[in-house]
């Protein structure tokens, strides 16, 4: 019995370490980096871009339609995986927003969002 446990720990070893040798996982160190500098440059972004309608942390928005970043992320069923593209898809207001959003700027953008995901978020009365 142990020693199907240790075969099934060098298994493991095995394959992450395979991974990260192909260059199809980053050690966690190197993808926390990133991930941060993502985020860094997504605020960079949402305070040049979005803050004059949008709370970007945590608030009421300046303009009352524009819902904030807060409340966005902790929208029921929205996922890093489903914010990507409702960002994409979600400007179609060009009388509004008067600028587009390339896709690296919606990558950094959506991981800042994320970062203002809370479990126990309660949409503020306004």
């Not at 949402?46 to 902790?74: L, M, R, W, Y």
């Not at 600028?99 to 959506?110: C, K, R, T």
Request: with cysteine.
């Amino acid at each position: 019995m142990r020693l199907k446990g240790i075969s099934a720990v060098l298994i493991a070893v095995a394959v992450v370490s395979g991974a990260i040798a192909t260059g199809q996982a980053r050690p966690a160190k190197e993808s926390n980096r990133a991930e941060r500098t993502a985020q860094q440059r997504g605020l960079a972004f949402a305070q040049k871009h979005c803050s004059t309608c949008h709370d970007i942390n945590t608030g009421i928005s300046p303009k009352p339609e524009a819902p904030s970043f807060e409340a966005i992320v902790n929208t029921p069923g929205l996922t890093a995986r489903t914010l990507n593209p409702w960002l994409r898809n979600s400007h179609n207001f060009p009388e509004i927003m008067n600028f587009e959003i390339a896709p690296e700027q919606i990558d950094a953008l959506a991981a800042y969002m994320l970062t203002l995901k809370n479990a126990d978020y309660r949409p503020p009365i306004q």
